[in-house]
């Protein structure tokens, strides 16, 4: 990953210098580098590693000194004041003459977009703003905005069926801002699906140094922020230069619009804003709980507008999605949970990923702190609460019902006492997904069908399972049968 001016920014350590001529690096010199960059990077993990430390350049050791080079100034802040100790002990491990460790602004500061006038860096998860300043201009902070989070990368966003639309479009405004059809793009849907994160992930893209074409500015805020720093900005009367300030940027991201209905003079700014920042070709993101023509409360004029670009909606997850999100993160914890739990997770917490990954962080907290490994068992005790709150409110009623649907047989069959296979095997798999989908016990469940015995519920649920796993035609049918139940 080597930069146009020959300057090292790659994830694997290496210390490869041509900065400031000083093109020859004593080897062991480079190899102590090395050594510290990863147990860096090793410490604070790879996404904090990539997002602050990356640029990291070694320019040499003098002395007892040894001098480290960062692009921005900010970047060489943030970087002295969080890591400055740890890299000076991570030294002084690798060569005890070290005494200090010199953190400077230089070498990538000459790349594009990227001079010593940078005021606000994308990376500032303090600062509220995100701006990526031209090289000739000194930007002020711009707005004030949402934090971005680190975590937040398309790296990370796990793609599946129900949100790759939305992931696509969002990919194409990160790799070209203002392209015909995709400008505004409008991302939609329910709490926790991934807007906040597809946003941030656009934003990342579009400020990396490293972009092709360089790093573009981008205001990111929430509609709450907007409207809170637009009626600051009529108090002080200052509203001319928060205007001025929000169309200076290439791309305006406002997420969660769904709170700034009904606030007429907000909105009013905001619609003002939009288009002069259309016509003079920027791009606009919007997320929002809803579609435009579903948002109640907005102008007839501000919701043509917003459904001009392309819109896109993140769908309630599948099962294959939250299989694949809870193995990803369980696999960035680096803690082992078994394909069982993953298993029982994605089939107990079905609202959204924010829930998903709050159950999951608990897991994983609790084998942290007492060593030991997850189980079922113990995913079942210490979710308790959090699975109380998501058991289905599926009968066992509406699982017969739909069963014989499908099978196509009588309701009446499923507690009558016929014992033909058409019929027998309908009635397991209602039984079984009794069990499945309902906190009623056995015994219950045996009288919803005819008053049967509870072992012959238990024999149903063996006989559906084992049956599943030798068919798959008819494990997709069971499938399919339980997420329509689920809703
Ligand atoms: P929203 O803004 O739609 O309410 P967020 O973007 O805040 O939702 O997502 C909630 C949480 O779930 C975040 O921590 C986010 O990283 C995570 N998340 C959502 N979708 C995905 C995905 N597809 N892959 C990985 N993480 C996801
Ligand atoms: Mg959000």
């Not at 975590?151 to 790799?175: D, H, S």
């Not at 959204?352 to 997850?374: D, S, T, Y």
């Not at 296979?421 to 039984?431: F, H, I, L, W």
């Not at 919803?448 to 008819?474: C, Q, W, Y």
Request: net charge neutral; glycine share 6%; aromatic share 6%.
């Amino acid at each position: 990953m080597n930069n146009d001016n020959g300057i090292e920014a790659s994830l694997d350590g290496e210390a490869r210098l041509a900065v400031g001529g000083l093109s020859q690096v004593d080897p062991q010199l480079a190899a102590q580098w090395a050594r510290v960059r990863g147990r860096l990077q090793a410490e604070v993990g790879e996404v904090e590693y990539r997002n602050w430390l990356r640029q990291m350049t070694l320019i040499g050791l003098d002395g007892d000194e040894v001098t480290v080079h960062l692009p921005t100034r900010f970047l060489r802040d943030w970087v002295r004041s969080h890591y400055g100790d740890r890299l000076g002990a991570l030294w002084q491990s690798e060569s005890p003459r070290v005494r200090r460790v010199d953190i400077r602004v230089g070498g990538a500061a000459r790349m594009a977009g990227l001079a010593e006038s940078v005021v606000a860096s994308p990376q500032a998860p303090t600062i509220e703003l995100v701006a990526a300043p031209r090289a000739e201009e000194r930007l002020e902070r711009v707005a004030e905005t949402g934090t971005l989070d680190p975590r937040y990368t398309f790296a990370n966003f796990i793609v599946g069926k129900p949100n790759a639309f939305a992931q696509a479009c969002a990919q194409r405004v990160a790799e070209r801002p203002a392209s015909p059809g995709f400008n505004p793009l409008f991302l939609y849907g329910g709490v926790g699906l991934g807007k906040t994160h597809l946003m941030h992930a656009i934003a990342w893209q579009l400020i990396d140094p490293a972009r092709p074409g360089g790093p573009v500015s981008v205001a990111y805020m929430s509609a709450e922020k907007f409207m809170y720093r637009f009626i600051a900005a009529i108090r002080s009367q200052s509203t001319m230069q928060f205007k001025e300030q929000l169309r200076s940027v290439d791309v305006l991201m406002i997420d969660d619009l769904q709170f700034l209905i009904n606030k007429d003079a907000t909105q009013d700014e905001f619609f003002h804003t939009f288009n002069a920042l259309v016509e003079t070709g920027k791009q606009i993101v919007i997320s929002a709980d809803k579609s435009p023509s579903d948002l109640s409360g907005l102008e007839e004029r501000v919701r043509t507008r917003l459904g001009s670009g392309m819109v896109a909606d993140l769908h309630a997850t599948t099962y294959e999605l939250r299989i694949s999100i809870l193995e990803a993160k369980a696999a960035q914890a680096n803690v082992a949970v078994p394909a069982k739990v993953v298993e029982f997770l994605a089939h107990k917490i079905t609202t959204n990923v924010r829930e998903l990954e709050g159950a999951l962080n608990r897991l994983v907290a609790h084998a942290n702190l007492f060593g030991q490994p997850i189980t079922l068992e113990s995913a079942h005790e210490l979710l308790h609460d959090i699975l109380k709150a998501h058991e289905r409110r599926v009968t066992i009623e509406e699982i017969q019902r739909k069963v014989a649907e499908h099978w196509n047989i009588r309701l009446t069959d499923m507690s009558s006492p016929r014992r033909a296979r058409a019929v027998a095997r309908p009635r397991q798999v209602a039984m079984y997904l009794a069990k499945q989908l309902t906190s009623r016990s056995l015994p219950e469940i045996g009288r919803k069908f005819g008053n049967r015995d509870h072992t012959t519920v238990m024999h149903a649920v063996t006989r559906i399972t084992e049956l599943m796993a030798v068919d798959p035609s008819f494990a997709d049918d069971v499938e399919l049968l339980r997420r329509m139940l689920e809703g």
